[in-house]
């Protein structure tokens, strides 16, 4: 069975600029979970997508947004970066349950300059 | 609010040892789950142990054990035989309904 998968792996952007990133789940699992993670703050959870609605939401800034399309594959969104942005944006896939487990994918290395 | 501690930035034990990595949690939930991850340095989360808030039992999953005092509200990861693989960053969690939390992690060192 494929693990999650995210893509890309790395990237490099300018302030200002705007990101997508892309998650695909787990064969079955209906959740996508986005977090971000940073040497200072450690890993924050950023939202929670299910059946194509954002399920739970963290306390981050509006310009990080989500979607989730109707084969749960989910993106990411990050408009006019900052330097702060840089981290690393894990997406872990469930099925859905309200405390079963979260699989994570490999991330995506976000660098702002 | 829901709160995960773990207290022990980094930890060292020699190959073929077992070491305790500590994890405390607060929750007014009385349904949540606990799960132990691993990250190496390729930065991937990687899933080892889950303990119910209703199971009876400790869980186990090869080398890896819970110890989980619900009492005590700690869930502590116990690697039986470490080798040098195990070498990594590790992170206690909890799960609410639909609310997850992480701690800070533990760096862990296996010497040879």
């Known amino acids: 069975k494929a693990g999650v998968t995210q893509t890309p792996r790395y990237l490099i952007k300018t302030r200002g600029q705007q990101v997508t990133l892309s998650c695909s789940p787990i064969s079955g699992h209906r959740s996508v979970s986005w977090y971000q993670q940073t040497p200072g703050q450690g890993l924050q959870f950023l939202f929670e997508y299910f059946s194509e609605t954002q399920r739970n939401k963290g306390n981050f800034p509006g310009r990080f947004s989500g979607r989730q399309f109707s084969n749960s594959r989910s993106e990411m969104n990050v408009s006019t970066l900052e330097l702060g942005d840089s981290a690393l944006y894990l997406c872990?896939?469930?099925?859905?349950?309200?405390?079963?487990?979260?699989?994570f994918g490999p991330g995506t290395r976000l660098t702002v300059l | 609010a829901q709160k995960i501690t773990q207290t022990q930035p980094g930890m060292f034990v020699q190959e073929k040892e077992a070491v305790t990595l500590d994890c405390t949690y607060d929750?007014?939930?009385?349904?949540?789950?606990l799960f132990w991850y691993k990250q190496p340095s390729s930065g991937e989360m990687i899933f080892l142990i889950y303990?119910?808030?209703?199971?009876?039992q400790n869980a186990t999953e090869g080398r890896y054990s819970l110890n989980f005092q619900k009492a005590r509200k700690s869930a502590n990861l116990v690697i039986s035989a470490s080798q040098l693989g195990d070498s990594a960053m590790y992170f206690c969690?909890?799960?609410?309904?639909?609310?997850?939390?992480f701690g800070a992690g533990t760096r862990l060192t296996v010497k040879p």
């Open positions: 969690a909890m799960r609410a309904p639909f609310d997850m939390r």
């Open positions: 872990a896939s469930s099925f859905g349950q309200a405390t079963d487990t979260q699989y």
């Open positions: 303990q119910g808030s209703y199971d009876q």
């Open positions: 929750t007014s939930d009385p349904s949540y789950g």
